[in-house]
């Protein structure tokens, strides 16, 4: 039913499934719908999140829309964000809303402080560089966290990791690498756990602390049977070089054509070779993105690179630099302005 597009295309995206074949084109549909839906809860949302609705994307939908949704589920009860959805008041769906943003605004605080106090007890190990998978545990830690926060330790250590909150019953979330399926590992795993479930990158699971000690035995073994190439960093799929005359809003418009883009269906990923820095700053209410302004070709382009405000010092003024990145078209006040969005970048070579 055509009704339902906007809900199709919020849950299909925030679910993370794939945009091809005929998700392709509920999405493509239902992003059209979200733009002008009716529904007062949507309309707060969008509206609490910062966005313009005759503007949203798929991207939108994933990094600002579906948090603010999911924070409900993790630090309160998922039915605020159905209300939310379900409500046909203004004044329930302004402050649904607002309790939703509060939420995310704590969720992102919460995940900071994890994430700082879990690194902390990962080089208090001595000798945890050379452990193929890292088992943490805290009683005062977040459980609604713990997977988002799992993900940020192996994207920064290369290797699998369980993060577990509780005392005498723990319950956590695990995250994995390429090449280790976790679910079949907590499978083989069992007779130790009170339950677990996932697939081979992503899990959750419950285990008695008399356990944990030949649970982690027990994983570091399976991981050491595979003989991984680990530490085990992301890699980034380039579809081509852009040369820097071809670094221009007409480009950027023809990709659009490619939307929507997500998973399954990726955002094609350039490089641009010896990009000169001309200035760069940290950004955003907290300074942990960087903006960096590169020459292209006669003109000047904005690169954001998000969470990478600790990497300026790798930056020097008039040096080049290759950069990977996609293509965006920044829209704001009825003007259009090319940015790049960084998804990494390192000194010029050669």
Request: contains cysteine; hydrophobic residues 45%; glycine residues 8%.
């Amino acid at each position: 039913e055509r009704a339902l597009l906007d809900l199709v295309a919020l849950g299909t995206v925030a679910d993370v499934a794939p945009l091809t074949s005929c998700n392709r084109s509920l999405v493509r549909d239902g992003v059209a719908a979200l733009r002008r839906t009716a529904r007062p809860g949507l309309r707060a949302l969008v509206a609490r999140a910062g966005l313009k609705p005759a503007s949203l994307t798929v991207e939108d939908i994933s990094f600002r829309l579906a948090p603010r949704l999911n924070a409900a589920g993790r630090l309160a009860s998922p039915e605020l964000a159905l209300r939310l959805v379900m409500t046909n008041d203004e004044r329930e769906a302004s402050q649904l809303a607002e309790e939703l943003e509060r939420l995310n605004t704590k969720r992102k605080a919460l995940a900071e402080t994890v994430t700082g106090e879990a690194l902390a007890a990962v080089v208090a190990l001595p000798d945890w560089e050379r452990r193929p998978l890292l088992v943490l545990k805290s009683a005062v830690w977040e459980p609604g966290v713990l997977g988002a926060v799992a993900s940020r330790l192996v994207e920064q250590l290369g290797r699998p990791v369980v993060l577990l909150h509780g005392d005498e019953m723990l319950h956590g979330s695990a995250r994995s690498v390429p090449g280790f399926d976790l679910a079949a590992a907590l499978v083989d795993q069992d007779a130790l756990l009170t339950r677990h479930g996932g697939h081979s990158l992503a899990a959750g699971l419950g285990i008695e602390r008399h356990n944990l000690a030949a649970f982690e035995a027990g994983m570091l073994a399976a991981v050491a049977r595979l003989d991984l190439d680990l530490p085990m960093f992301r890699t980034i799929d380039l579809a081509a070089d852009l040369p820097a005359d071809r670094l221009t809003l007409d480009t950027a418009r023809l990709l659009d054509a490619l939307e929507p883009c997500g998973q399954g269906n990726e955002t094609p990923v350039f490089r641009l070779r010896a990009a000169r820095v001309l200035r760069y700053t940290a950004m955003g209410a907290d300074r942990r993105h960087l903006r960096i302004t590169i020459q292209a070709g006669r003109g000047k382009v904005e690169a954001i690179g998000w969470g990478a405000a600790d990497r300026s010092r790798e930056l020097v003024l008039e040096r080049s630099i290759d950069l990977a990145g996609t293509l965006q078209i920044n829209r704001w006040n009825g003007q259009e302005r090319l940015q790049l969005i960084a998804e990494d970048f390192r000194p010029a070579r050669g």
